[in-house]
């Protein structure tokens, strides 16, 4: 059964696992040199030891296809022995992710700048079909080498890359990034980096993790880095459609509204968790979106977020503020050439895209009289200004918000 939405809470999160390039989990580092306990040491190592695993992943035991089935049900040959994970994602956004004819011609030309001048050696992290991989190489990389976790998508990368001819440009080395070694899996730093670890939050694939070791580790000097940053958002909304499915006031007489007790106004949840496509739902946006983070994946990595970070909102319009609408965007290069959004104002068309990213919600409450049982709604009204205190994991990956009146005090 699936968890309810209350396990949520910053959804991305549940699929972090432990980012250790030794693998040891030691954390000696924590003490110093006179053997006392240092904070400062601990949480540096705290930030850069999570990390979401690829799923189908061979860095952990992964159950097979179909094991929770009866035994007497059909599985296809082609499914056996296949990580569940690995068939579970595959059909959950890869397909949707692949047949977002907009993303994928973002990436491509990104990367035929990126490779315009003397022909790069491309590495791209997570292949997955080789997609990507493909695209350089037809951009005119002189070879691209694509990193993939799974050892059963690295086959069907291979054999993807091996039907469109270009198995001569492209390699696919089957292996966590972190795991790899220039010198050893690939035979030098590479000029260019190019990678789609993007969650519905920005950040929730651990992108500032893997781009940084990556950077740090397999890249020559000076190169290119696609995408080579982003911006999360957050928008106040009012979508008395959203409440129809969050909250209950009463029917025929009867007032039911002590069910609210047990509203989430905690976790972050995903549109398709909900299972409906924001831009759908008729809605109002109540005041300008916040840059809740802005990142360069040229010189940001995990833990370069603060642990908290306040800012200014001021309601544009009337309106019951029933939830934060969290949407991204990234840029092809440092000058923002080209632009791939979430925003759900630009996926009106872009069926897929919903499907595969869609945005997350967090349900709001009015703590203006202090906590109360049930929740109360937040009203605002236009030039009021409200503060919205943001909360990020230490890594980065993953946030929570709380918005509060301009006269509260947040704790």
Known sequence: ????????????????????????????????????????????????????????????????????????????????????????????????????????????????????????????????????????????????????????MAAVATKNIEANGLADKVTVVNLMSTDTVAGRDIPAPANVLVSEILGTLLLGESALQYVADARDRLLAPGAEIVPAGGTQFAALVESKELATITAVDDWSGFDLRHMNSLKDTVSV?????????????????????????????????????????????????????????????????????????????????????????????QLVEDFSDGEQDPPQPLVVKAGEWLDMTVRYSFDSAVFQCHVSRRSQVVD
């Open 269 to 361: 949840v995903f549109t398709k968790q909900y299972g409906f496509r924001f831009s759908s739902i008729e809605h109002n946006v109540l005041a300008d979106p916040v840059p809740i983070a802005e990142v360069d994946f040229y010189v940001d990595g995990p833990g370069c977020l603060p642990e908290e970070r306040k800012f200014s909102v001021q309601v544009k319009q009337d309106g019951i503020c029933h939830a934060l609408l969290f949407y991204w965007e990234v840029y092809s290069d440092r000058a923002k050439t080209l632009r791939m959004s979430t925003d759900p104002a630009e996926t009106t068309d872009n069926f897929p895209r919903d499907m595969q990213w869609g945005q997350a919600l």
């Open 1 to 152: 059964y699936p968890p309810p939405l209350s396990h949520t809470i910053m959804a991305e999160d549940e699929a972090r696992h432990s980012f250790d390039e030794e693998g040891s989990g030691d954390e000696g580092e924590a003490y110093g040199d006179d053997g006392d306990y240092d904070e400062g040491a601990a949480v540096t190592r705290s930030r850069q030891k999570h990390a979401w695993l690829p799923p189908g992943s061979d860095a952990e035991q992964q159950p097979p296809f179909g094991l929770d089935l009866d035994q007497h049900f059909l599985i296809p040959g082609r499914l056996m022995h296949k990580a569940g994970a690995l068939v579970e994602a595959v059909n959950d956004f890869h397909y949707a992710m692949l047949n977002d004819h907009p993303r994928n011609e973002f990436y491509s030309k990104a990367l035929e700048k990126a490779c315009a001048a003397a022909p790069p050696v491309v590495l791209e992290i997570g292949t997955g079909s080789g997609l990507l991989a493909m695209l350089a190489a037809r951009a005119g990389a002189k070879h691209v080498y694509a990193i993939e976790a799974s050892n059963h």
